[in-house]
């Protein structure tokens, strides 16, 4: 069984930096084929993707309203996957969460966001965590 498990949230002033990470258990990221991605959701807003990562292929896809402030990555040795925020805005106050899917091998850079978009009721899903930033 897929378990995923976020750590890293916390309270930031606005202009700092976080690193999410998050841990996956029972599935092998470096040998199989997943897309992973990072979602947010506020109070009383629809979840929000922000990132993806093909394992098998390593393309990875940002959605533009955090793009060059939030890399994703992934660390094959410690089976994880992480989301670096950088020049946090109160705006980006949120419940982070990480999902992960099996899929084939992504060959565009938005292939993952099109699994998520279909079939996001399928995915592993973390227990969120939450982030604060600060005016």
């Known amino acids: 069984q897929v378990q995923l498990v976020e750590s890293g949230g916390g309270s930031v002033q606005a202009g700092g930096s976080l690193r999410l990470s998050c841990a996956v258990s029972g599935a092998t990221l470096a040998t199989g084929s997943y897309c992973l991605g990072w979602f947010r959701q506020a109070p009383a807003l629809e979840r929000e993707l922000l990132a993806t990562?093909?394992?098998?292929?390593?393309?990875?896809y940002v959605t533009d309203g955090v793009k060059g402030r939030f890399t994703i990555s992934q660390d094959a040795v410690k089976n994880s996957v992480h989301l670096q925020m950088n020049n946090l805005k109160p705006e980006d106050t949120a419940m982070y969460y990480c999902?992960?899917?099996?899929?084939?091998?992504?060959?565009?850079?938005?292939?993952?966001?099109?699994?998520?978009?279909?079939?996001?009721?399928?995915?592993?899903w973390g227990q969120g965590t939450q982030v604060t930033v600060s005016s």
């Open positions: 999902a992960a899917l099996a899929a084939g091998m992504g060959r565009s850079t938005d292939y993952c966001k099109a699994q998520f978009d279909r079939r996001s009721d399928t995915a592993h």
């Open positions: 990562l093909s394992t098998a292929g390593g393309l990875t």
